[in-house]
């Protein structure tokens, strides 16, 4: 039987257990509560991504990136504002698998108004979640053309042509989009509206809308059916957008991957070995073009580059150095900068006005690198055609003094050119007489008097 008074002792020990649990009970409700008030405040967040480049490998790893963190982040939804002229088919491929298997829904949104997903995007419209339009864009002509820039033989353009022909009709298939259409934007090029695109039947996109809020807005609460056949429902009302930018090295290797960067580097790049070879040892005009040819060597892996052109360009660049080393009176000037330019005009092969050199580019690059040349000719001809100030040729026609006398058919000395010299001469010359020395015979000097 416990006495009054060790019941007593044992209530108050107790509760001080008592208060202390009360007390973080009354702390951790109102965190918690907060903690849920603050999420459900927050709303879901999408992912949005803007794509304004080529599809190449450094854009394929951008989107691929967002996918993967959007999925790892638990996101609700990722939108890709999309404005491209093309691209290539193995990144456009490598992007639409990871798009097919990610975890996250994804937007193809075409924005704002007057863009377009021509070729590859038109491919990525079509194999997104959602498609969805901006008023006044379009989509389509998606024919496959020759990455290297040259001339697929009839064989070989019919083969790439339904490659991916059967790839957009699966992709559309799949994603329940018009599939005869999606075939006609790979064998005749054809384009579509935003409103041709909406309103076909069955249509090729989801929905038009004006911006990203708009979009959300339209998209709350609708069902996607994913490639894998399943089906979600997009809660996207109170959505944050969180936008997710280039890292800084996939910024600067997109914007090399852009033609006119591209053939301003090449045109660095040659144009700096070209000065190292007129002026050995020059050394920065090497390195400098060294690097820029490099990175111009990788844009054009990507770029559809017509190798004529390319040679063309080098074959101009080799007339420029042969200037120094043949007298042709500026011809191979003429011809260098001839055949730069034309190469120029033909470096990129494509009917895309995006993956084009611009000639207001060329122009000036052009009457640059005259410019250079014609300057750095002078130099070099006025220097080949000043007399020579060292070796034997060197001492032809300097002055100096007779030390002692010299006689006809005798030799004395005389000092010229910092330095005695032992001197002949055909007329008698006295001491202390100016002379000129008129030739060298080894350590002898024939001298006149002046």
């Known amino acids: 039987m416990i006495s009054p008074m060790r019941r007593i002792r044992r209530l108050v020990c107790a ?11 009354a702390i951790a409700l109102p965190c918690a509560v907060a903690a849920t008030v603050g999420a459900t405040a927050a709303g879901p967040a999408v992912y949005a991504a803007d794509v304004d480049s080529i599809i190449h490998p450094v854009s394929a790893e951008y989107m691929i990136e967002t996918m993967a963190r959007a999925d790892r982040e638990g996101a609700a939804l990722v939108v890709f504002t999309l404005r491209t002229p093309g691209g290539l088919v193995e990144s ?3 992007i639409i698998t990871h798009m097919l298997a990610a975890k996250t829904p994804v937007v193809i949104f075409i924005a704002p108004s007057g863009a377009r997903a021509a070729s590859a995007g038109f491919l990525l419209t079509i194999a997104a979640d959602v498609a969805v339009m901006a008023p006044g864009t379009h989509i389509g002509a998606a024919h496959p053309v020759s990455g290297g820039g040259e001339t697929m033989d009839e064989t070989m353009a019919k083969k790439a042509a339904a490659d991916v022909a059967a790839y957009a009709r699966t992709l559309a298939s799949r994603r329940h989009r018009n599939v005869s ?7 005749t090029s054809r384009a579509f509206t935003d ?3 909406l309103h076909a039947s069955p249509p090729l996109i989801d929905l038009v809308a004006s911006d990203i809020p708009d979009l959300l807005l339209k998209l709350d609460g609708r069902t996607v059916m994913r490639f894998d056949g399943t089906s979600v429902v997009l809660a996207t009302a109170g959505a944050r957008t969180m936008l997710i930018a280039m890292s800084p090295r996939q910024r600067v290797l997109s914007a090399i991957a852009h033609p006119n960067v591209a053939y301003i580097l090449l045109s660095l790049g040659m144009l700096g070995l070209t000065i190292e070879l007129w002026s050995p040892g020059a050394v920065l005009p090497g390195v400098a073009g060294g690097v820029c040819l490099l990175l111009a060597f990788f844009a054009l892996q990507i770029l559809p580059v017509n190798y004529a052109g390319l040679l063309l360009i080098g074959f101009g660049v080799l007339l420029l150095t042969l200037e120094l080393k043949i007298p042709s009176y500026g011809l191979l000037t003429t011809g260098g900068l001839t055949s730069f330019f034309f190469g120029s005009m033909i470096l990129m092969n494509s009917n895309v006005p995006e993956l084009r050199v611009s000639l207001r580019l060329v122009l000036p690059i052009i009457f ?3 410019v250079i040349a014609v300057v750095l000719v002078r130099l070099g001809v006025s220097s080949q055609r000043r007399e020579a100030v ?7 026609g300097e002055t100096g003094r007779a030390l002692t006398p010299i006689e006809p058919g005798g030799i004395g000395r005389v000092a010229t050119h910092g330095e005695i010299w032992a001197a002949r001469a055909p007329e008698p010359i006295a001491e202390g007489d100016p002379i000129a020395v008129v030739r ?3 350590l002898t000097l ?4 002046v």
């Not at 001080?16 to 009970?25: C, V």
């Open 15 to 25: 509760r001080p257990t008592w208060l202390l649990a009360g007390a973080l009970t």
């Open 92 to 94: 456009t491929r490598d």
């Open 181 to 187: 259409l999606a075939e006609e934007a790979v064998n």
């Open 195 to 197: 409103e041709e695109a």
């Open 368 to 370: 640059a690198v005259a």
């Open 390 to 396: 060292t070796g034997v040729a060197g001492m032809i």
């Open 440 to 442: 060298v015979d080894g």
């Open 446 to 449: 024939t001298v006149r008097k």
